[in-house]
């Protein structure tokens, strides 16, 4: 389960922004094909029920069967959560999986045993297109088990780009260079850094977005992390996420009603120049573009600087996949690997992009974003294509305890300090590492 992480709040934040949601229709149903033709060949896809990711799958659906009309595609929804993570274990240990299912990657792709219970991909010609960063977050000992759908998406950073021209800012590269940034944008009576503390979650994204940084300056810290060998109480650059939400607060850098603001209250600041940057996941653009959509372009977007600008990069958060049960079979796998080979072409990445603003890149090669994307996503793009981003360390590392976002708060309210907020935290990935049952916690 993915409590309280970032990855899971994609559909939260559309909620949360009073996105208009296109969730009629959304049960088991041929998505295009006549019902007529009995000749056809129906796969099951079973998807989670977050608009963004349901609207793209409607989309593909639709698009690879207007190139197939052979095959008919009937999507089922499920809930999110835990809920949803409980449901896909259940159907894949009772063999009752859809011939074709989405769910998360990295860690929580690992849990649910994919050489057991996955079909496996790697000699699929289709493969060779997907990007290798994306492909090391569904491969499994030498096997890759999954096709991504929808585009990745950045932590870190959304900025006013007029208020940085009107008081001749450029984007920072080192972390002093953001505080300096900062201490200009309170002497202009802007705030500074939006923080957003009545939807807990949002807190994060000092502490997790930093990933970058710390693997940048640690490269050993993932494995140490996950082998119990480092904390981040005791770790010099896994705490500087932890210092920086007490900087914040202490240099009183954040607006004035930090404690009881919404993620919905946080975009309206941004896009209207009461407040200059907000340290969020790119995937916000959804809701930036309902409630303001006159200044979506006004509001750009940069990775979370640390102490060293040459190492400057973004933490990258990875959409999720397509992944094949060991129970599809016969011409139903045959199907499938056409629809997967469809999802994993410019064709494909072009339909998702009907259905939903991309966030950041395609993982797909040959795949191009629509000229008119916001330029949040031509941002979070360009780190991709010069290959410097870091994946969130969820996407390494099993270990993440559910209580970070409170801690967080606590640090960013001024209650807890760095150093004992990052012991709470300790203490926290500690329960959740035994209840893992992982080796040396």
Request: charged share 20%.
């Amino acid at each position: 389960m993915r409590s309280s992480t970032l990855a899971k709040r994609r559909a939260a934040v559309a909620a949360a922004a009073v996105l208009p949601l296109l969730l009629s229709a959304c049960g088991a149903g041929s998505l295009g094909s006549s019902d007529g033709d009995g000749d056809a060949t129906t796969i099951k896809l079973l998807v989670d029920n977050a608009p963004d990711n349901l609207q793209a799958v409607k989309q593909l659906a639709k698009d690879f069967e207007a190139k197939n009309p052979k095959i008919r595609v009937s999507v089922e929804t499920r809930p999110g959560g835990a809920d949803g993570d409980n449901l896909i274990k259940t159907r894949l240990q009772t063999g009752s999986m859809n011939d074709l299912f989405v769910y998360n990657v990295g860690s929580l792709f690992q849990q649910i045993d994919p050489a057991k219970n996955l079909t496996p991909l790697t000699q699929d010609p289709y493969v060779k297109n997907l990007d290798q960063s994306f492909v090391s977050q569904v491969t499994a000992g030498s096997q890759t088990y999954g096709v991504p759908l929808g585009s990745a998406l950045g932590g870190g950073v959304l900025y006013n780009k007029k208020v940085y021209a009107k008081l001749g800012l450029t984007v920072p590269k080192t972390w002093a260079e953001f505080i300096a940034n900062s201490k200009k944008i309170k002497a202009a009576g802007i705030a500074p850094v939006i923080q957003t503390y009545q939807d807990t979650w949002t807190s994060q994204l000092l502490v997790l977005g930093d990933f970058h940084n710390v693997a940048a300056a640690e490269p050993t810290f993932t494995k140490d992390y996950t082998d119990n060998k480092v904390k981040f109480a005791t770790d010099a650059n896994a705490i500087k996420g932890f210092q920086h939400l007490q900087q914040i607060h202490d240099l009183k850098l954040q607006n004035s009603d930090f404690a009881s603001a919404t993620l919905v209250k946080g975009l309206e600041m941004l896009a209207t120049g009461k407040g200059a940057q907000y340290p969020m996941l790119s995937t916000v653009i959804s809701g930036i573009r309902t409630s303001n959509p006159d200044q979506l372009n006004d509001i750009g977007f940069f990775a979370l600087p640390g102490d060293d600008a040459a190492a400057n990069g973004l933490t990258a958060w990875f959409p999720n996949a397509l992944y094949v049960p060991k129970t599809t079979t016969g011409d139903k796998l045959a199907a499938v690997r056409k629809l997967l080979a469809f999802a994993a072409s410019p064709a494909g990445c072009a339909a998702q992009a009907k259905a939903s603003t991309p966030t950041g890149p395609y993982l797909v090669k040959g795949c191009t974003l629509p000229t008119d994307v916001p330029t949040i996503t031509k941002d979070v793009a360009a780190y991709f294509s010069d290959g410097a981003q870091s994946p969130a360390l969820e996407f390494l590392s099993p270990v993440k305890g559910p209580s970070l976002d409170q801690i967080s708060v606590q640090v960013g309210s001024g209650i807890t300090n760095a150093k004992t907020a990052a012991a709470q935290y300790d203490k926290d990935v500690k329960k959740q590492a035994q209840q893992l049952g992982l080796p040396g916690w």
